[in-house]
């Protein structure tokens, strides 16, 4: 991957990203309908990964800030 130029490094990472949207699509030509329990676990660990993917994207930054010292 290092000797990937950075378009290309990133259309692989796109394509990548693209493939796992389809086959995650894949379950819903089988399955059409989706009961309430079905629907709210899976709606629940989709904002439980959104609130997870949000503070540690924030977490880090923050513990560099104050290891220099610029906290208050």
């Known amino acids: 991957m290092e000797?990937?130029?950075?378009i290309a490094a990133g259309g692989l990472g796109?394509?990548?990203?693209g493939?796992?949207?389809?086959v995650g699509a894949v379950p819903l030509?089988?399955?059409?309908k989706a009961g309430v329990q079905t629907q709210s676990a899976l709606l629940g660990f989709a904002a439980g990964v959104m609130l997870a993917a949000s503070f540690f994207s924030l977490i880090i930054?923050?513990?560099d800030v104050l290891q220099a010292g610029g906290a208050g």
């Open 3 to 6: 000797s990937l130029s950075p």
């Open 14 to 17: 796109s394509l990548a990203a």
């Open 19 to 22: 493939m796992m949207t389809a």
């Open 29 to 32: 030509l089988f399955f059409r």
């Open 61 to 63: 930054p923050g513990v």
